[in-house]
């Protein structure tokens, strides 16, 4: 890996900026000087950092970089060109250095008075121009970034860092000072900060490091992980299919039932259980009866909305979530729930006896022994007969109602259909809860609408939605 050992840029004279991502893997490093120590200079510099920044030099893979890199500085040369010629600078151009990292894969450009090197052991050479006899060069022979009124040379370079090698980018002053020294690579550090330190001068020092192995501890493979789960259920599967039936299933159903048979402790019975003989304390007991091991606090039935009708009746209604269902003969209506709007009708071919809501589809059971599937609406899936016919039921049986069917109860009521009304008693007590008069004989009951919490029973040539209220 390679690290960043040390900068140094005096503004506004020179200038160090870079980038770098989170892992390391990737980087750039822009160093740039300039003979003057004019205050104009900060505004170029400052505006080259923004420039490098907002360009695509950062976006660019591996294999587009040195394509991307002279693309971008020719056409910067001649933008930098149009800024010096407005400035009093003896120079109207600058010395700067733009590397680009790819692990440990270092791409540059070199222009002006910016030089690199490498350094290994106890030695350093040049990582591109020459150090030797750089001081007597002409300005054009220099290359300035922005100086030359042509087209410049840009030959990006390239470099792979060895671990423990170093690259250092700095001005031709500063590379003169240190060529005269003799180069130890444990103090090299320390020598680039005391020459950079007592000139008008920059650097920047790379240092390529080799990577320190890190122990992992062991980690199960994701196919491991997954080969282990698929391992279990088979051995969950085989060892089920062993015992077999749905043993699970029908284990859990079983204990349901005994949970559900056995007699509950009501508050009246709390003194027989703790062997209280003071009458005082009974009648106090059987007082709290009343509100407590109730199915809840009151219960009342209602009449929610009552609709007149201009047929005969000749089945239970039944309903889904927006709709009732209701037969005469061997027609079939819905009907919206809310605005009790007629939505559509249709004929079968013989008398409806029963209806029932079945995963979302209508199941007629009809008089000539045939059964009718409808789907989407009044649309007929399919229809069978049987060789028998359907046996009778009373549409006005008694039935129970727990807290599976309204969370609202506490425990089971149960609900008594009569000649002209409808009755609610408590299960364990026997006590009656509420009940409701019609005016006209009750024909059918339906089931509990659990959604709306009510039932719709059909008196004469009406139907009823009655409201079952529960305070809990």
């Not at 807290?403 to 009304?421: A, M, Q």
Request: aromatic share 10%; charged share 25%.
């Amino acid at each position: 890996m390679v690290v960043l050992n040390g900068s140094l840029a005096k503004f506004p004279s020179s200038l160090f900026d870079f980038s770098a991502s989170h892992d390391g893997r990737f980087g750039w490093f822009l160093l740039t000087w300039h003979p003057e120590n004019d205050p104009v200079l900060e505004e170029i510099q400052t505006q080259i950092k923004l420039d490098i920044r907002n360009s695509n030099l950062g976006q660019a893979s591996q294999l587009e970089i040195e394509s991307a890199l002279k693309n971008f500085f020719a056409e910067y040369h001649w933008k930098l060109h149009a800024v010096f010629r407005k400035t009093n600078l003896r120079e109207k151009g600058i010395s700067l250095l733009f590397a680009v990292l790819f692990d440990q894969e270092l791409y540059f450009l070199e222009f002006g008075r910016m030089l690199s090197g490498i350094v290994e052991k106890d030695n350093i050479r040049s990582a591109d121009r020459s150090w030797a006899n750089f001081h007597v060069k002409t300005l054009q022979e220099m290359n300035l970034l922005g100086l030359s009124e042509a087209d410049i040379s840009i030959k990006p370079k390239h470099i792979h860092l060895d671990a423990g090698q170093k690259f250092i980018a700095l001005p031709s002053s500063c590379a003169d000072l240190i060529s005269k020294e003799k180069i130890n690579s444990s103090m090299f550090e320390t020598l680039i900060r005391s020459i950079t330190e007592s000139n008008d001068t920059c650097y920047f020092l790379l240092e390529s490091k080799a990577k320190q192995p890190i122990k992992r501890k062991r980690r199960f493979r994701k196919y491991q992980i997954s080969a282990l789960i698929v391992s279990l259920l088979v051995i969950v599967a085989v060892l089920y299919m062993l015992f077999g039936n749905r043993w699970l299933e029908t284990m859990e159903r079983k204990t349901k039932l005994l949970v559900s048979s056995k007699s509950r402790l009501t508050v009246e019975r709390i003194p027989d259980y703790l062997n209280i003989q003071s009458q005082t304390i009974r009648k106090q007991w059987q007082k709290l009866e009343q509100y407590t091991n109730q199915p809840a606090r009151q219960i009342d039935l209602t009449k929610n909305w009552t609709t007149d009708l201009n047929f005969l009746v000749t089945a239970t209604p039944a309903f889904d979530l927006h709709n009732i269902y209701i037969s005469s003969e061997d027609k079939l209506l819905a009907f919206d729930k809310h605005s009790k709007k007629l939505l559509w009708n249709k004929t079968l071919p013989a008398n409806i006896k029963a209806i029932k809501i079945m995963r979302g589809s209508l199941v007629l059971f009809l008089d000539n022994d045939q059964i009718c599937c409808l789907k989407d609406g009044n649309t007929v899936s399919w229809s069978k007969n049987v060789s028998e016919p359907f046996a009778g039921k009373s549409s006005l049986s008694p039935f129970e109602l727990d807290s599976n069917e309204d969370p609202r109860l506490n425990s089971s009521i149960l609900i008594v259909p009569t000649e002209r009304g409808l009755y609610i008693f408590d299960v364990n007590s026997g006590n009656l809860l509420t009940k409701l008069n019609f005016d006209k004989h009750l024909q059918f009951l339906s089931s509990y609408d659990a959604f709306d919490n009510c039932f719709y029973a059909v008196a004469a040539d009406n139907i009823i939605c009655v409201s079952l209220n529960i305070q809990n």
